[in-house]
């Protein structure tokens, strides 16, 4: 044993083999993101039933309203960080191969960047135009 | 050893599952269900900035018979992901763990549920 280790505090052995100060992350995450769905959900699906006849001029208009683009945006970022977060913990319950499980965990994760990403850019396209 | 008739359970097969833990699985199958049903949010919304025509056609893809089904069963989901998901919260916060509590706000969470789709189909339609 080198005198190094002798020297250590148990507490110094013990930093950053645990989850202490990080363990709660996701858990923190999903509920911060559920308690931001929870006003942002609502607001889109009275957006939306607003939304059901209306042709292709109007949906620009009331996308072109800046609060609605940021609105719409940050539903559907958030729905995406919290889909990404629930996903996640179901695949780590149910798939126990661990190449497999890999696999879903990661395509899921870059499913939900994609995905928040292509509809961002749709909002700002119909909000901006060009 | 006598051999004993000792119940085996839970059975999945044949395990009738309790009331909350219906719910339980319900707000992970909602909540996969709407992950994946994001996919017809991102089309919707890709249809728009593509333009006129797009549009058109994914309005009258989301309005047909089908389209309405499916649209349905988004509302159904949402509605009873968000409700259980304020249940959840309560049980962040320390309250209801009781088995009647939870039983009692099991019901609570399945009739708003129900009562937020019925109000969003009546308007909306």
């Given at each position: 044993m080198g005198s190094d280790v002798k020297l250590r505090s148990a507490?110094g052995r013990a ?116 | ?125």
């Amino acid at each position: 044993m080198g005198s190094d280790v002798k020297l250590r505090s148990a507490l110094g052995r013990a930093r950053g083999l645990g989850s202490a100060r990080e363990g709660v992350g996701h858990f923190y995450a999903q509920r911060a993101t559920a308690i931001g769905m929870i006003p942002l959900s609502l607001w889109f699906v009275v957006s939306v039933i607003g939304l059901t006849h209306a042709d292709y001029g109007t949906l620009r208009d009331w996308v072109g309203q800046p609060l609605n683009a940021t609105l719409l945006s940050l539903t559907v970022l958030t729905a995406m960080y919290h889909a990404q977060l629930g996903v996640e913990v179901v695949i780590a319950d149910y798939v126990h191969g661990e190449t497999l499980k890999f696999t879903l965990l990661t395509a899921s994760t870059m499913a939900a960047f994609l995905l928040g990403a292509a509809m961002v850019v749709s909002i700002l396209k119909v909000a901006v135009g060009v | 050893m006598t051999k004993r008739d000792r119940p085996l359970s839970p059975h999945l097969q044949i395990y009738k599952m309790p009331f909350t833990a219906v719910l339980s699985i319900s707000h992970r199958i909602t909540g996969v269900v709407m992950a994946v049903g994001t996919l017809v949010l991102a089309y919707w919304l890709a249809a728009a900035a593509y333009g006129p025509d797009a549009y058109a056609t994914a309005q009258a893809v989301l309005g047909s018979v089908p389209g309405r089904l499916l649209l349905f069963g988004w509302s159904v989901a949402l509605f009873y992901h968000l409700c259980n998901g304020i249940r959840h919260m309560f049980w962040d916060a320390g309250m209801g763990f009781e088995i009647r509590d939870a039983v009692k706000s099991g019901y609570i969470t399945v009739g708003a549920a129900l009562a937020l789709t019925i109000l969003a189909w009546a308007i909306g339609v």
